[in-house]
């Protein structure tokens, strides 16, 4: 530990002056031509989803016409399970227990999303480097380094295909550099006409047996909910801030979410029905944590978000009832 | 307590609130250690060149005993890691210190505090129990994923996350 130790205190310089930060300028225009070419383009393709040592393939199609974007994202090993997004709608389609459930987009934004604030607090975190060219799925990629200037996040690398800007292959990376979750095409059409009918749900969700779960609504996203944090996280900015409902719970649940712009954080507080005993634990998989914890006796905290487990519990524990 | 401890060395508990902590401080030897762990964090972070190494029994009993080792080591397995997760949190700690300074970040975070809470969410992580993902987990991921600039760049692709049967995963 120690040599390591010292190892790590020699080493950070060395790895700074490596490589030298391109100017801001052109990382941003990249991840805007990102956020552009993720909505605006038609292109259907098979990408793998990888974590630890746990992979899913899946088969995703995008198309834009004169109705808005819809886009299905079919898992394809495992049990079966679907994703259909219409334009502000989102449905998940789960047969195995023959349930649709149904998320509408309350804070729709106009694409291309990331806004310019956005970007700023996006560069207050993190030094954005242009990398070099990488062939990914058959397609020459332009790539790009974010290294977190803390440790309450992850890094990040993006391959985006050199012409239209389509992010082919995008992973995070922990403080030891080491990839903590994937997704990377493998292989890709990008443009030309979409087949309808592959945008269609392929079960028969008006048959005997399928349900919907329309749970997934909120109130106006100005909702104040009477919860704050103590200590805000260096670069995460609130973004929102509602009481939603939540299915299987009795009573509406308050939510907050703070982003650094790359990544975001989300806190559900939770009224425990009397008798229930709070929680207190943390769970993990690929580069999503969440840290459970109670606060104020009758309630419960639960934090998640694409970001290190040390970021989920300093939310979690800095959380407190205003009196509002 | 430890909040309140890191509020009391920043100057920024009420003058009741300051009071307690002292009486804790007199009363609790934790108290005392972490009061000079933080301090420890706090020298690091300003880069004053005083370190205070006048660290507890325990800790320089502990340090005294660790072997210098000079050949690498194999990784450690990841059970070993957690058991050991609790003893390292003091280094990791420092580490992290390090590096959030030599990051050029010093100036632009609340330095003592996060250091603190990294110290002490770190012990707090070995005791955690681990829960599988439940049906409220993925009503939640599902809830977050649309705040997610991660939709924004890719679309639905990240959706994944909310349905993924993949099992969870030991921390790190």
Redesign the interface.
Known sequence: ?????VG??FA??AI?LAETPAPPSDGITW?QK??TA??ELNYSGT?I?Q??S?V?T?Q?V?AVDSTG?H???E?LN??P?E?V?NNDE?Q?F?PSTKTV?V?K???RKP????LPE?LNNLS?SYLIKMGDHERIAGFDCQTLRLE?????RYGHR?WAESNSGL?LK?SML??KNEVVEQ?EFTQLQIGGPIDPEMLKPQYPVKSAGWHYDL??Q?EPASTETGWAV??PL??FKK??ETK?V????PAPIS?I?Y?D????V?I?IEPLASGVKP????????A?N?Y?TPVDENYQV?V???VP??TV??LG?SVYFTGK | MKYDLSAFMDDELEPDAAKAVLAELKRNKEMRDAWLDYHLIGDVMRQTGIITLNLSEGFRDKLALEPAILAPRRPMRTRTKIAALSAAASLAAVAAVAWVVLQGNADKVKEDKIAATVQSNAAMLASLPRYPFNSTTREYLLAHQEFSPSTTMQGVAPYIRTVSDGGEEANR
């Not at chain 1, 694409?111 to 990331?114: K, R, W, Y």
């Not at chain 1, 939540?246 to 719970?249: A, D, F, Q």
């Open positions: 530990m120690k040599i390591w130790l790590l205190l950070w310089p700074l991840l990102i956020a993720a909505h990408f989803y974590y630890g746990h899913e899946s995703i995008h974007e886009e299905k994202l898992i495992g049990v399970r994703i997004r989102v998940c789960l459930k998320e987009r309350i804070q694409f291309p999303a990331l956005e207050e977190p200037k803390d440790g309450l993006l992010l995008a922990d403080e997704m749970s997934g909120s103590r200590n260096a670069g973004i929102l939603r939540i299915s299987g719970k939510h979410v982003s712009g790359l990544a975001a989300s559900f929680m207190k634990g943390v769970a993990k998989r690929g999503l969440i459970t639960t998640l978000g694409e487990m040390m519990m300093e524990n």
